[in-house]
Nanobody, 120 residues
Framework: QVQLVESGGGLVQAGGSLRLSCAAS????????MGWYRQAPGKQRELVAV???????NYADSVKGRFTIARDNAKNTVYLQMNSLKLEDTAVYYC??????????????WGQGTQVTVSS
């Protein structure tokens, strides 16, 4: 199995910054993409940012220029630096990875989620 442990969420004022971290552990053979999704109350889960094993990134239009995703392949860890936070960034943020266990097919794994609340 693959475990994803997120940290770094919390309460911040609008315009502030937070940094999320997500570490993958377990009997991991390979990891492809790592990313962050978020889900606000009453809304569907949406992609925030994703980064491939080669470092290619993709961002939601709503966070471009404010959020930066990065990863440390040696630590199987992905980060999300969130700057200039807005009220509408309030959501539960979920870490996601496409990973492979030895002898098993590629599969999607999710963290438990971390709350980010932006106040006025």
């Amino acid at each position: 199995q693959v475990q994803l442990v997120e940290s770094g969420g919390g309460l911040v004022q609008a315009g502030g910054s937070l940094r999320l971290s997500c570490a993958a552990s377990g009997s991991i053979f390979m990891i492809n993409s790592m990313g962050w999704y978020r889900q606000a109350p009453g809304k569907q889960r949406e992609l925030v940012a994703v980064i491939t094993s080669g470092g290619r990134t993709n961002y939601a239009d709503s966070v471009k220029g404010r959020f930066t995703i990065a990863r440390d392949n040696a630590k199987n860890t992905v980060y999300l630096q969130m700057n200039s936070l807005k009220l509408e960034d309030t959501a539960v943020y979920y870490c996601n990875t496409e990973a492979k266990l030895r002898g098993y097919p590629w599969d999607d794994y999710w963290g438990q989620g971390t709350q980010v609340t932006v106040s006025s």
